[in-house]
Nanobody
Framework: LQLVESGGGLVQVGGSLRLSCTAS????????MAWARQVLGKGFEWVSG???????YYADPLEGRFTISRDNTQNTVYLEMNSLKPEDTAVYHC????????????????????WGQGTLVTVSA
């Protein structure tokens, strides 16, 4: 399983970014996927998840500003982020797990989790 994120960068407060995560090495269309983030010096925070049927889940504070989606023809999951705030500054990781991803997609912990290397999002005031 391999996950490669892209799309991070520097954006001003109130701006938008779209992150991408391209997957390989497993049947992507049948797996649930998630995004998580790590603020510098702090722990990981689950952001959002999407099941293979397209059902989506969000951390309560982020719902309405962030949108997760997937394109199974491209083996890619996206995270559209709008109205960005300085506190959204973090390294964003794409996550699944070797048992199908449903646990991490709902924000749970899995010993079989697979993480991408992350992409840095910096929101400047």
């Amino acid at each position: 399983l391999q996950l490669v994120e892209s799309g991070g960068g520097l954006v001003q407060v109130g701006g938008s970014l779209r992150l991408s995560c391209t997957a390989s090495g497993f049947p992507f269309s049948t797996y649930a996927m998630a995004w998580a983030r790590q603020v510098l010096g702090k722990g990981f925070e689950w952001v959002s998840g999407i099941y293979s049927d397209g059902s989506t889940y969000y951390a309560d504070p982020l719902e309405g500003r962030f949108t997760i989606s997937r394109d199974n023809t491209q083996n890619t999951v996206y995270l559209e982020m709008n109205s960005l705030k300085p506190e959204d500054t973090a390294v964003y990781h794409c996550v699944t797990d070797q048992s199908g991803g449903t646990i991490v997609a709902r924000g749970g912990r899995s010993d079989l989790a697979v993480w991408g290397q992350g992409t840095l999002v910096t929101v400047s005031a």
